[in-house]
Nanobody
Framework: QVQLVESGGDLVQAGGSLRLSCAASGNIFSIRVMGWHRQAPGKQRELVAAITSAGSTNYADSVKGRFTISRDNAKNTVYLQMNSLKPDDTAVYYC??????????????WGQGTQVTVSS
């Protein structure tokens, strides 16, 4: 059993910045991939950014150059630094992690989400 807890969502003005955090705890052998998805009202859930344990990253085209994902492997924590925020970034942001556990098992976990609202 693994739990993901997000924090950092807030209401900010366009052009502002936020930093989201997600900490994983529980039966963790290794975290293979950790990242963030978001879902805006009436929109599909989409990948925002992801990072592997080795540090390889992927970003959605809409956030490249504005968002930066990073991790602290020792703390099983991933961060999303969001700069130059736009109203279109408004969404619930969900932490996601692909985790290997013991006994051997690989499972995708989701956090409860944190609301990010960007005003124009």
């Amino acid at each position: 059993q693994v739990q993901l807890v997000e924090s950092g969502g807030d209401l900010v003005q366009a052009g502002g910045s936020l930093r989201l955090s997600c900490a994983a705890s529980g039966n963790i052998f290794s975290i293979r991939v950790m990242g963030w998805h978001r879902q805006a009202p009436g929109k599909q859930r989409e990948l925002v950014a992801a990072i592997t344990s080795a540090g390889s990253t992927n970003y959605a085209d809409s956030v490249k150059g504005r968002f930066t994902i990073s991790r602290d492997n020792a703390k099983n924590t991933v961060y999303l630094q969001m700069n130059s925020l736009k109203p279109d970034d408004t969404a619930v942001y969900y932490c996601n992690a692909l985790i290997s556990s013991s006994p051997p098992s690989i499972k995708n976990y989701w956090g409860q989400g944190t609301q990010v609202t960007v005003s124009s």
